[in-house]
Each structure stands twice: as C-alpha cells, then as structure tokens.
C-alpha cells in the first residue's frame, strides 16, 4: 500500500472540472484509490463521491492506493494536484 | 377537422407525435433466485444509456458546439461511477428492490445530498443525477420517450399539451407547425407560436388519437383545419391558398417599415410584444417602432433559482440598446395566476387569478421587487426606458410601487450608480377597479397601457381557459369596449398617453375601433404587426371615429363584428386576416 499528503492548492479545489479531471485521471489505474479527508474515506474513481467530498481550496488530504500499480498512481496523482488541475 | 387557428400560415408535412410518459415505479420485491437477473437488467440499461449518451454527445458537438456537448460528457461519467452503480447493485441484492426501485433510491440520496450543498454548480449536479436516472429506469422499463430536441428532418409537432419548456429545447427550426389538444388563441403555446412566426392550431380533439407518426399533413393555422393524409385536390387546391397567403405576406413586406398613420394624418405607434431579447429581432423585422411590452417572467421561468441584478440588467440593457431611440415599456413580474415559480414556495390558492399575483406578490416580496427595479434602473441609461406594473387595482398601489421605485433611486445615487432620472411610468389597465378610476391614477402616472386578456376574464368574470365559459370572453363585449373607451378619454384629459398590449390589439378589426376610440399605441405579437399598418394607413381617421362612436351604441358583439366588416368593405379596404 501507498499512502501520501498532499495539499489542494487550486482556486477551486477538488469541485467540477478539476474533480472531473482527477476522477479520470484515477480510472486509469488498476489499483484502489482512496481520498482520505476530514476523517472520510472516498472512492477516488467516483466523481459523485469526490464532488461530495468538498474538498476545497487549503484542504490536506490522503492519497491512498493498493494493487499492482500503487506507486505510478499515487504519483501520478500527487503531481496532478500539485500542478496540473485547471479551473 | 378542426381546431383553433392561433398562428397563421399554411404549410405540408409529417407528423411528429410527441407522447410524454410517466415512470411507474413498482414497489414489489423479486425472488432471491432474481437477483442476478435484476442486476444483469440494470447493466444493460447502463449500456445502452451511455450509448444514447454517446450519440447525443457527438451530434450535440457537430451541430452546436463542444462546450454544449460536455452535459453529455458529464452524464456519461456518473454512468460510470463505481459507486454510484455500486450502491444500486447492492440495493437490489440486499433489500430484494427491483432495479428500477433501487435506482431511484439511490439517485434520491444522491440529489438529497448534492441539493442541500449551498453551491449552484453541485445543485446542478442533482438535476444531471435526476437526469441520468431518468434515462436508466426508461431504459430498464423499455419507455420509450419521443425526442424533441433534435429531429432529423422538417415535422409537424403533435402533442396533447406543449409547455413553455417543451417549446424552449425544441429543435424548432426543424419545426414547420404545431397541432396540440390543449389551448387556445391566448394560451402560452400559442403566444410562443405566434413570436417565433411557426403556424399552430390548438384546442385540436384528440390529435395524438386521429394523427400517427410519419401522417401527411396540411396545416393552415389560420383558420384552424388540420387534414391528414389529404386526397390530391385538396393538396391542389392548398397549393393555391399557400401561393395566395404568401403572396399577401409579400405584399405586407413591403409596407412594414413605413409609418401607421391613417389616410388623413393620424399618426399612432404599432409596437411588439416579447417574452425574451431572443424574440426582438422578429418585432424588428416585421416592423414595429417599439417594445410596449417586455414580459420579465421567463427570467424567473427559465431559471431554477431568482435570477440576479446583474442577469436582468444584462437581458433589458440588451433590449434597450438595440431599440434605442424607440421606447421600451417593462413590465414587472407578473407571476402568480396561471404561472408558478417553483423556487419561490407559494401557497396553492383557491381562486389563483383573484388570489397573490403580480404587483401583489411583489409587495409581499419586497427584496426580489427591488433587485428587479434596482437591474432596470441601472439598465435606464442604456435606451428610452418605461416601466410598468401589473395588475394594479387602486391607486394606492401605484403609490407604493413608486414609492419603493424611489427607494431603488436613492440605494444606487448612494452607491454611485448610474441611473435615467426621468425613467416613465406606467401601469397596466386590466382590472375594471383601475379603468374606473383612470382619472384618478392618471395624476400618479405617465402612461396607460390597457391589458386585454386579463381585463376582459375580470370584467365579464369569465376564466378564459375554462371552455364552457368562453363564449363569454370576448374583447368585443360592449362592456370592455366601453371601460376601454373611458380609459382613453381619461388619459387624454389629463394629458397621458394610452397604449394596449393584450391580443386585442393585434385583432384586425378590433383594432380599428381601437383607433377611432383614438388608442395612442397598439403592441401586438410581432407577426400581426404588418396587417394592423396596412389597415392603418389605408383607413381615415374620420372614418374610423365614426365606426367607433356608432360600435360603442350597439347591443351585442355579433351585431359590432358583422358591422365592421360591412362597414370596411363599403370603404374598400382589404383586410388581410
């Protein structure tokens, strides 16, 4: 299992296009993805869960994930959020 | 066979038959050994949901554009959510539902969860979740919906009620007319008809019953016939009537732009009706030299929440701008009656028309009036702006309307804003209390402008939508002619101006009374706007005062129609209906 922090740094966090973005970017791993924010445990691959998630701008969160590509798709997403969601 | 003609043109085409269904949700509960079959049901329609939303999404690119197609983009990806498919699996396997029933829990759950999220972008996201569940449970139950937004080739549009929305995503440049069963001349559908100039005839028994899909149609909205599957003479002797119609049409082309005035000098203004900016361009082109009624409700109809300051200073700056220097006359909201905001949470009332409508619900919502009278004020510096209140009763009313209008004036003077001073006033005549005592609120006001629809359900106490009172609603009633007559006489003396903007103004025989009673300025729905100059100009003014004095002595309206038709035949005018 990979785990990692990360902060949300963009103007409108994990919400619409950005959460759309980070939910496809998640599908394209194998492994299960999860957010851990504010003590809850939220499929990364599901953009109903993520939106509900609000997850907004100075928010900390967890990237977890478990199975054969952890380490690619936590990276993968960890830079993704530190510098290519757009708004 | 027969319906009532409410906007006219004559054309021949396929029928579309437009069938809404309703979901029907079963509450039974499946077998344990169904449980794999249910879920299997419910992946098959996940697939074949995103298969329609596939296509849609590539014609919507095609044909619109990518921005719009992203909906569909949106929608597809919810189908794809593990959680969301997840969840409904489970209902089903735990609690026994059937899938459509599991669908809708879950999709309830979701939309409870994204509505109560103070944020217009998650809001949204409940009605695509609405959407999308829609679609699954249609496509689990096999309903078949008939699609109107996008139609390959021209049809002719059957239904049994066409809403305001339904008109709004109709794909209606593919549309060549309408034919419903519910309406008539001043029904919404039909007021729509006539703005976006499509020939419609309502009121028309049982067309979803007698029409099929792919029926041979010829439509003539003018006198209300709708013949399916015609014999070849008829299609002949159509192809004439069309010929003569639109050769009339070309005739009124050429005298749309000129001045109304009458033969020997009276000079009134002939203005358009609309509901949206999007409507203008029709008044402009058939020829109309002002806006006298801007309806505001489809800024608050068209949205899911009260629209803002800034969007309705945008819609009336924009119609402001492109008719400038001609006048503009804005209405207020007019909500309550027969049109409801959902948003706004209003009491179910016993007598609606008699009930919190209009300047009523206005006053009892001081803060959504004033950001109204805040976005025309800062819209006033754009054009030659009139505002004007409905359904005003005494004039107490019109005091306290002005009085928060002046309130308005003095926020935005505070705040620095810019505003025409100087802005008109006016109110709508349609409640007979007002005309009585048109001398009386004539010192409050710059101008009248008499509402017919409305003034004549309250003066002859005929709801107009109800059928077997309808024969009562009639504009040539004497009873309406004369308060409408005293309303004008009232006006003058003290030195005002009357307009009208109901459908009576745009009536082709009623609008010569009208003018020999001297209205100033008739507004009407954009495509009638030709004929009323034409009559205008070829009438004497003289003549038409004569015509009016000896109307407004007659006992019933049959005797006042037959005669005018008389009458205008012996001065050799031509009337085109």
């Known amino acids: 299992m990979k785990r990692e922090e990360v ?10 296009r950005p959460a759309s973005q980070f939910v496809k970017t998640a599908g394209m791993f194998k492994s299960d993805i999860f957010i851990e924010y504010n003590g809850k445990k939220i499929n990364a691959k599901s953009i109903l869960g993520v939106l509900s998630g609000g997850i907004v701008k100075g928010s900390k969160i967890f990237i977890q994930a478990e199975g054969e590509d952890e380490e690619e798709a936590v990276n993968e997403l960890v830079n993704l959020i530190k ?3 757009v708004d | 066979m027969k319906g009532i003609g409410v906007s006219p043109g004559i054309v021949f085409g396929k029928a579309f038959v437009y069938i809404k269904n309703e979901i029907i949700i079963s509450e039974e509960l499946i077998s344990e050994e169904l449980i794999e079959e249910e ?37 597809i990806m919810m189908l794809d959510d593990v959680e969301y498919t997840g969840k409904i699996k489970y209902e089903i396997e735990k609690n026994l539902y059937r899938s459509e029933k599991a669908v809708k829990v879950v999709s309830e759950e979701f939309i409870k969860l994204f509505e109560c999220i103070d944020d217009e972008y998650m809001r949204a996201r409940a009605d695509d979740i609405k959407d999308i569940s829609d679609r699954i449970i249609k496509n689990i139950l096999g309903i078949i919906d008939s699609d109107i937004s996008n139609f390959d080739t021209e049809v002719i549009v059957i239904a049994n009620d066409l809403t305001p929305s339904d ?30 100039e499509i020939p419609a005839v309502l009121g028309f028994n049982d067309a979803t019953k007698v029409i099929s899909d792919g029926d041979y149609l010829i439509v003539d909205g003018l006198k209300g016939e709708v013949f399916v599957n015609p014999d070849n003479e008829t299609i002949e002797s159509y192809k004439i009537a069309r010929s003569d119609y639109y050769k009339k049409i070309k005739e009124l082309n050429n005298i749309k732009s000129l001045e109304a005035i009458t033969s020997d000098g009276h000079k009134v203004e002939i203005a358009g009706n609309i509901g949206t900016p999007d409507d203008l361009q029709s008044v402009i082109n058939n020829g109309g030299e002002g806006i006298g009624l801007y309806r505001t409700e489809f800024l608050y109809m068209n949205s899911d929440s009260m629209p803002d300051e800034d969007i309705q200073f945008k819609a009336y700056k924009d119609v402001l701008e492109k008719m400038n220097p001609n006048p503009v006359i804005i209405r207020t909201l007019d909500i309550g009656g ?8 209003m009491d179910k009332e016993l007598n609606p028309f008699l009930g919190l409508r209009a300047i009523r619900l206005c006053f009892e919502k001081v803060e959504m009036f004033k950001t109204q009278l805040r976005a025309i004020l800062r819209a006033s510096v754009y054009g030659n702006t009139h505002i004007m209140f409905p359904m005003i009763a005494n004039v107490g009313e019109v005091i306290k309307a ?29 409640i007979p209390s007002a005309a009585m005592t048109a001398d009386i609120i004539a010192d409050e006001v710059d101008f009248f402008s008499i509402g017919t629809n409305d003034l004549c359900q309250y003066t002859l106490a005929a709801d107009r939508m109800n059928e077997k009172v309808s024969y009562l ?53 954009a495509s009638s706007i030709p004929k009323v100059k034409k009559l205008i100009r070829e009438i004497k003014f003289k003549d038409a005062q004569e015509l009016s004095n000896k109307v407004l002595m007659m006992k019933n309206s049959q005797e006042i129609k037959s005669y005018i038709k008389q009458r205008l035949k012996e001065l050799k005018i031509d009337v085109i209906e």
């Open chain 2, 39 to 75: 879920i299997k049901k419910f992946n098959n329609a996940i697939v074949k949901s995103k298969n329609q939303l596939n296509k849609l999404k590539e014609k919507t690119k095609s044909e619109v554009g990518q921005k719009e197609s992203e909906i569909f983009q949106a929608h």
């Open chain 2, 338 to 345: 027969d049109k409801n905001l959902e948003y706004l949470d």
């Open chain 2, 167 to 196: 008109t709004a995503q109709m794909d209606k440049k593919n549309v060549l007319a309408f034919v419903a069963e519910i309406g008539g001349k001043t029904s919404h559908t039909a007021i729509m008809a006539r703005s976006l």
């Open chain 2, 402 to 430: 002005k009085k928060l209008l002046n309130e308005c004036k003095e926020e935005l003077k505070i705040e620095g804003i810019k505003f025409n001073n100087n802005i008109k006033i006016g109110i709508m005549i349609e």
């Open chain 1, 83 to 85: 510098d290519k969601l």
């Open chain 1, 7 to 16: 902060l949300i740094n963009n103007e409108s966090g994990l919400h619409a």
């Open chain 2, 473 to 525: 609603y009639d504009h040539f009633d004497i009873g309406v002619l004369r308060l409408i007559k005293k309303v004008i006489d009232a006006s003058h003396k003290k030195g005002i101006f009357t307009g009208m903007c109901g459908e009576m103004a745009g009536d082709i025989y009623a609008s010569v009374i009208l003018l020999g009673m001297g209205l100033d300025e008739f507004s009407m729905s």
